[in-house]
């Protein structure tokens, strides 16, 4: 009997450039077995004036759904057919799903960083005054899941104010709390009980020049950037936040929202962010 084409696994992608140090693969093929749910999940390259090529190429070869990663996020908004809200609201895309109705986009760093902060952190934000530092694409992609979880108040500060202003425009106009924009100098003489670094500062290993006195009793410093101590999180501490965290916990969750996406079965992270977190 022709065994061909029966039993092959659904076939899945992280898809940026660069894109060898994603750690995706690891985290899907942990999803995978923990849920058995059949799939391979691999990195692939893109050139940088390729994407909607390899987008096509994965898709005619028969995968099933990408994650999108730098820096493609805002191409792959532009080719979905159909957008979750979140995705609108981020006007970036980082989960294609591919159907026969088309390509569904999602967002799904602000859910994966809501579920850090609620369910490993254990720092829900409903009730806490929150400040956003940087107002480009990875703030765009967190700020609505944030407001959905109830928060007293939402500062985004960022070196352009307008830019702050153009992001909090962005909003559903029905929100849950109030969004204030402003620069880092108008933070000076304010306190919050969660401070998120949405900048690149932690990439390029620069510091930000915020005023001191910014993290309330009990506060958390979270940081997007994962894998390093950064900057930010070093004068975090020295200005009194109790806590400090980096994005691994975001990187996990978000990959959970997007296998449950395209499997419809929610792994357990716990144990996967504990692994990954050990290597």
């Excluded at 969004?179 to 009980?193: K, M, P, Q």
Aim: overall charge neutral.
């Amino acid at each position: 009997m022709d065994q061909e084409g029966l039993d092959l696994p659904d076939r899945y992608a992280v898809i940026g450039n660069p894109v060898a140090h994603s750690r995706s693969p690891w985290i899907h093929a942990r999803f995978a077995v923990q849920t058995r749910e059949p799939i391979a999940y691999a990195a692939l390259l893109s050139p940088l004036d390729g994407f909607a090529a390899t987008i096509e190429s994965f898709r005619a070869a028969g995968g099933r759904g990408v994650n999108v990663t730098l820096p493609f996020k805002e191409e792959a908004f532009a080719i979905a057919n159909t957008l979750s809200e979140r995705a609108r609201a981020a006007r970036a895309v980082n989960t294609l799903t591919f159907s026969d109705s088309g390509i569904q986009g999602d967002n799904t760093d602000g859910c994966g960083l809501a579920r850090d902060l609620k369910l490993n952190l254990d720092f829900p934000v409903a009730g806490r005054r929150i400040l956003l530092l940087g107002a480009g694409g990875a703030a765009r992609g967190v700020l609505l899941p944030l407001l959905e979880e109830v928060p007293a108040a939402i500062t985004v500060a960022n070196r352009s104010i307008e830019k702050a202003r153009q992001l909090s425009r962005l909003l559903p106009r029905a929100r849950s709390a109030e969004v204030f924009a402003c620069g880092y100098g108008d933070l000076a003489g304010r306190a919050f009980d969660l401070v998120i670094n949405a900048t690149s500062a932690g990439l390029s290993g620069a510091s930000l020049r915020l005023p001191p006195r910014l993290f309330s009793t009990g506060s958390l410093a979270y940081d997007m950037v994962y894998g390093r101590e950064t900057e930010f999180l070093r004068l975090a501490r020295d200005d009194g936040a109790t806590r400090t965290s980096d994005g691994l916990g975001m990187l996990v969750e978000q990959a959970a929202e997007s296998f449950y996406l395209w499997r419809g079965v929610r792994p357990v992270t716990a144990a996967v962010l504990s692994e990954l977190r050990g290597a």
